[in-house]
T-cell receptor, first 115, second 113 residues
């Protein structure tokens, strides 16, 4: 079974620039999550999709972050404009159902550095 | 609100020793799940072990076991016969219903040869 694919693996941008991350979940997984992991901290949920609908985006800074999951498969997370405090690892995860019982399968993340 | 606290930022043991990582949590729900995830330098989070709150029996997966104390809201991870490959960040996480997993701050575990 292929894992959760993310790209790029690393990205360095200047503040005020825009950046986009891509995630391809495990085939058949209806639920997709984007987490932000700041260095030295645990992951924090940004947005949760169920198929192509948003379940939870309460912690997404909507003035600069946006995400979409067209056709209920791949997803993109965008930051525009980026701030220094957005430097973090962005993790994508998927699960077969919305219940956390099954656990999540994570990708390897994108490390973003904003300078 | 759900919270997860890991009070040990770093731990270090010798290979083959046993180590216990601590985790406490807070939730007002009665049905929930608890997890331990491992994050090696590759950054990919890997599920180590899972515990359902309604089960009294502690979960075990090979060298990994948990001590689940529901009344105390404590969920510690014991790694027996530790190996060099166990070196990683370990995160405790809480999940319930259809809600997101909430993670603790993590414990950096180093296994020394």
């Amino acid at each position: 079974e292929a894992g959760v694919a993310q790209s790029p693996r690393y990205k360095i941008i200047e503040k005020r620039q825009s950046v986009a991350f891509w995630c391809n979940p495990i085939s058949g997984h209806a639920t997709l999550y984007w987490y932000q992991q700041i260095l030295g901290q645990g992951p924090k949920l940004l947005i949760q999709f169920q198929n192509n609908g948003v379940v939870d985006d309460s912690q997404l800074p909507k003035d600069r972050f946006s995400a979409e999951r067209l056709k209920g498969v791949d997803s993109t997370l965008k930051i525009q404009p980026a701030k220094l405090e957005d430097s973090a690892v962005y993790l994508c995860a998927s699960s077969i159902e919305v219940s956390p019982y099954y656990g999540y399968t994570f990708g390897s993340g994108t490390r973003l550095t904003v300078v | 609100a759900q919270t997860v606290t890991q009070s040990q930022p770093e731990m270090s043991v010798q290979e083959a020793e046993t180590v216990t990582l601590s985790c406490t949590y807070d939730t007002s729900e009665n049905n929930y799940y608890l997890f331990w995830y491992k994050q090696p330098p590759s950054r990919q989070m890997i599920l180590v072990i899972r515990q359902e709150a309604y089960k009294q029996q502690n979960a075990t997966e090979n060298r990994f076991s948990v001590n689940f104390q529901k009344a105390a809201k404590s969920f510690s991870l014991k790694i027996s016969d530790s190996q060099l490959g166990d070196t990683a960040m370990y995160f405790c996480a809480l999940g319930q219903g259809a809600q997101k997993l909430v993670f603790g701050q993590g414990t950096r575990l180093t296994i020394n040869p």
